[in-house]
């Protein structure tokens, strides 16, 4: 199973949701941490990914093939995380037929209705748990 973490800014998010997939399913799955900058993609990639790219190209690239695609909802809004996230990226993740698991942090300035107020742990639980749920576990 080939999981992608999309992260951007310092990457705190996609270092934690990764050194949290890493000791629940160690090496038994892929991971391939992209950010949308090279500090993001450092911090990833010190969590425990088994390569990291970085930049919009990367994101496009590697959203082709990835059976997970793991990121804050930013990912999916043009605009977001400060600009880093550019229409192509968008449309990368929005287009691929990974499953797309989307962490619901609000800094982006968007609220989700339905969503209970979880901290990030919880929310990396959730993550983990639909990992679980993926057809080849």
Do not use: W
């Not at 050194?19 to 010190?46: H, W, Y």
């Not at 605009?79 to 989307?102: N, T």
């Not at 619901?104 to 639980?125: E, F, H, T, Y």
Request: net charge positive.
């Amino acid at each position: 199973m080939k999981i992608v973490v999309i992260d951007g800014q310092g990457g705190g998010l996609g270092k934690a949701m990764i050194e949290r997939i890493r000791s629940v399913f160690a090496d038994t799955v892929e991971i391939s941490a992209v950010g949308t900058n090279s500090l993001a993609t450092a911090s990833m990639i010190k969590a425990g990914a088994d390569r990291g790219a970085t930049g919009e190209n990367a994101i496009v690239v590697n959203s082709r093939d990835a059976d997970i695609i793991i990121g804050p909802i930013a990912i999916i809004l043009c605009d977001s995380l400060m600009g880093e996230i550019s229409s192509k990226i968008v449309k990368a993740v929005a287009r691929s037929k990974a499953v797309k698991i989307l962490i619901p942090v609000s800094r982006c300035g968007v609220k989700i209705a339905g969503v209970a107020l979880n901290n990030m742990n919880q929310l990396i639980d959730d993550v983990v748990k639909k990992i679980k749920e993926y057809p080849e576990n």
